[in-house]
T-cell receptor
């Protein structure tokens, strides 16, 4: 079965600092990968998705970027964090047996001060 | 543009008091409608996928139904452990990368 890991679980960063969030997937191959942000009490906003290594599509113009250096690794980055980047970041993945269903990782809580 | 609206925003139930959550959607070509459960501070947990009007799926006290314009999540005789936020999402047939559009969620609190 598939397992999605996200690291770190929580992060407190000052404004203007860099960011790197990592998502790794076990138990499947060639997944579609997604990064979402969820503000407090709100729905999920899709930030980036990837259908393969090195293939990144951006949904929302912002100071964030994403990369997929390996088949089952997805990284969310920023060079300089803004206060508005605070939120709950979720990584999601499809599986080889359910390519239309997204399964979510445990999330990373980011607070920018 | 695909749109998903969930109602009510919040629902307080007594244990055993059955109720329904609504997910209204607008999509020109439905690939699937997805229900998730999310506990505070955790990632959403997949519950169901519905593909065509008239389809129904059940899991324990939860039953999801689908029409051409909306989906309902029925909670029968809820227990306190059913307290969570329930999210609905739609996928468009031609959406690149099998993207989903999510609604704002319904927060359900079941009191003993």
């Amino acid at each position: 079965s598939q397992t999605i890991h996200q690291w770190p679980a929580t992060l407190v960063q000052p404004v203007g600092s860099p960011l790197s969030l990592e998502c790794t997937v076990e138990g499947t191959s060639n997944p579609n990968l997604y990064w979402y942000r969820q503000a407090a009490g709100r729905g999920l906003q899709l930030l980036f998705y990837s259908v393969g290594i090195g293939q990144i599509s951006s949904e929302v113009p912002q100071n964030l970027s994403a990369s997929r250096p390996q088949d089952r690794q997805f990284i969310l980055s920023s060079k300089k964090l803004l206060l508005s980047d605070s939120g709950f970041y979720l990584c999601a993945s499809t599986t080889s047996t359910a390519s239309d269903t997204q399964y979510f990782g445990p999330g990373t809580r980011l607070t920018v001060l | 543009e695909d749109q998903v609206t969930q109602s009510p925003e919040a629902l307080r139930l007594q244990e055993g008091e059955s109720s329904s959550l609504n997910c209204s959607y607008t999509v020109s070509g439905l690939r699937g409608l997805f229900w998730y459960r999310q506990d505070p501070g955790k990632g959403p947990e997949f519950l169901f996928t519905l593909y065509s009007a008239g389809e129904e799926k059940e899991k324990e006290r939860l039953k999801a139904t689908l029409t051409k314009k909306e989906s309902f999540l029925h909670i029968t005789a809820p227990k306190p452990e059913d307290s969570a936020t329930y999210l609905c999402a739609v996928g468009h047939l031609k959406a690149a990368g099998n993207k989903l559009t999510f609604g704002g969620g319904t927060r359900v609190l079941v009191k003993p």
